[in-house]
């Protein structure tokens, strides 16, 4: 089986853009692998496609990854991983005319003893001028806020690339609402300070012949000190027998795969 490079431990730009109604923001993902007391600076391009001068709007949020891997979000500092107190955003408003763009430098410092992973969310939005009486009154100046782009940012200092902890176990079988299909699930548990990239790929091994059936993999994110539900399907017409079903985890090239493996029947 090939490993991968966790991308999450080496520092590139994301090719991704998002356009949003009348303006467009590249990349929306940033890997930050600053040393612990250093500064490492990306940007970010904003531009203008409507037809009338914009004024723009940059600040920081937070989240966290529940159990089952969606994302909760919340005001800066509401996570104790927030990348809030690192992060410096300029500028952070700005009007551009009809297609504009601005360059935005975003820079992060970790502070000398910190080591582990942290993250965060920079808010794009775009808002358009009315007149004060048509104004909603919580929002100053008469700016009334179009919809907004997300900017995801992580930051992992590049010395932790041998530090990582993760295991996947608890395979098990769950109910099925399709007659054609076969349900599984595992928990995948990071017990390291960093995010962790990786692939869980189901093998189904037949116990008589050792035909094996590799089912398409499936990504994970796995945040520090948490646990993620990673469920999978396979079809229900496997050739009768018993199978060896194993959920494999590879999570880079610089550590071993981890495994856990459920007998079955397929009748």
Do not use: C
């Not at 590799?214 to 993620?228: G, M, W």
């Amino acid at each position: 089986m090939n490993k991968f490079i966790n991308l999450l431990l080496i520092t590139f730009f994301s090719a991704i853009t998002l356009i949003a109604q009348d303006f467009e923001v590249s990349p929306v993902k940033l890997y930050f692998t600053a040393d612990p007391g250093s500064a490492q600076i990306k940007t970010v391009t904003i531009k203008n496609h409507n037809n009338s001068t914009q004024s723009f709007f940059l600040n920081l949020g937070d989240y966290i990854i529940n159990s089952q891997g969606n994302i909760e979000y919340g005001p800066v500092g509401s996570n104790k991983r927030s990348i809030g107190d690192w992060i410096t955003i300029n500028p952070t408003f700005f009007d551009l005319r009809p297609n504009e763009s601005q360059i935005v430098s975003i820079s992060m410092q970790p502070p000398v003893d910190e080591v582990g992973s942290r993250w965060g969310i920079i808010y794009v939005r775009a808002a358009t001028e009315r007149m004060s009486f048509e104004a909603d009154k919580t929002l100053a100046a008469g700016a009334v806020m179009l919809p907004r782009i997300v900017i995801d940012v992580y930051q992992t200092p590049p010395g932790n690339i041998g530090q990582i902890s993760v295991k996947i176990d608890q395979l098990r079988e769950i109910e099925s609402n399709d007659d054609q299909k076969r349900k599984f699930t595992a928990l995948v548990t990071n017990n390291s300070e960093i995010i962790v990239t990786g692939k869980v790929y189901l093998i189904a091994s037949n116990m008589e012949t050792g035909h094996e059936t590799i089912y398409p993999y499936v990504n994970v994110d796995i945040f520090p000190k948490n646990t993620q539900r990673v469920n999978f399907e396979i079809s229900n017409k496997l050739p009768p027998g018993y199978y060896a079903l194993a959920a494999i985890l590879d999570y880079g090239s610089f550590n071993a795969l981890e495994g856990v493996q459920l007998v079955i029947e397929s009748k």
